[in-house]
């Protein structure tokens, strides 16, 4: 059973994430979890730049300042499924890494669900999105929606993102994900080469740690020296409705000086779901 944690700022994106996430649990046996932190004090950053966001799914009167006009926000989006499944609502106060890290330890199986407003006419460098703090939080399981995601249905098409190194997933979700939605999957590997050797080795990890309950299973080997620029390539070229599955990998700081991250880059591109698994 997944903890489904789907996170709102009572935006266009984050109802978006929600109906998204709805949808999943109609195919895959989880909980729904609908929380808002806030963030109440003068002490946070963007308590006197931070707009107001707006949801075309739902009339709210914004700007919403009150605790009792979270929660009643908070109910408004649970009640509109309230006759297809049940949503908690859960309205935290404080920091959103601090609170989130907090109630996440409270829960079995917990897999974030964020969505992920549109971007592509703002530069890489000016993009601040929570889903990039997001992945500072130790064993995070998230999964990024795209504001562009307009169709609610369950992928037939998932995409493995493998980097060769040896990984151990937390929890069961991909898994569970994969048995209950029954997809395609494509264990996509990219480099500048593919030796016997390292062939060998890319096997032995699927065999060993890609151990799913399916025959629809297939490997690819995808030739180039930049992973972003290999991986969207495929990508593009396999359109469909696609979840794509990588694993995040705590760096050095060095590392993080010489090193693109491919996490962040399909954080802030992709117009698929993003599942995003610690590694």
Known sequence: MIDLVVL????????????????????????????????????????????????????DKFPISSSEEQEAALQKRCDKFGNELTIEPVLLTGSMAGQLAAYLQSLNNPLVVIGKCYTEDIPDEMVDSTSLHLLKLENLSLLVVPEVIKVHAFPRQLVVGLDGKEFAFPSTILSEMVEALQPVIQVVHVSAEMNEHRAAHINQVINN???????????????????????????????????????????????????????????????????????
């Not at 946070?44 to 730049?49: I, K």
């Not at 931070?50 to 075309?56: H, L, R």
């Not at 297939?218 to 593009?236: H, I, M, P």
């Open 8 to 59: 709102t700022d009572f935006s266009t994106a984050a109802d978006n994430a929600l109906h998204y996430a709805v949808s999943l649990a109609k195919k895959v046996p989880t909980t729904i979890k609908l929380v808002h932190i806030w963030q109440h004090s003068i002490l946070d950053a963007n308590y006197f730049v931070e707009a107001a966001p707006y949801s075309k799914y739902f009339d």
């Open 209 to 279: 740690q890609l151990s799913f309950d399916t025959d629809k299973l297939e490997t690819k080997w995808v030739s180039d020296a930049n992973v972003v620029a290999g991986l969207s390539r495929y990508l593009q070229e396999n359109k469909g409705d696609i979840l794509l599955s990588l694993v995040s990998r705590k760096r050095t700081f060095i590392e993080k000086l010489f090193h693109e991250s491919t996490i962040a880059h399909f954080i802030r591109h992709a117009p698929y779901p993003l599942l995003i698994l610690p590694g």
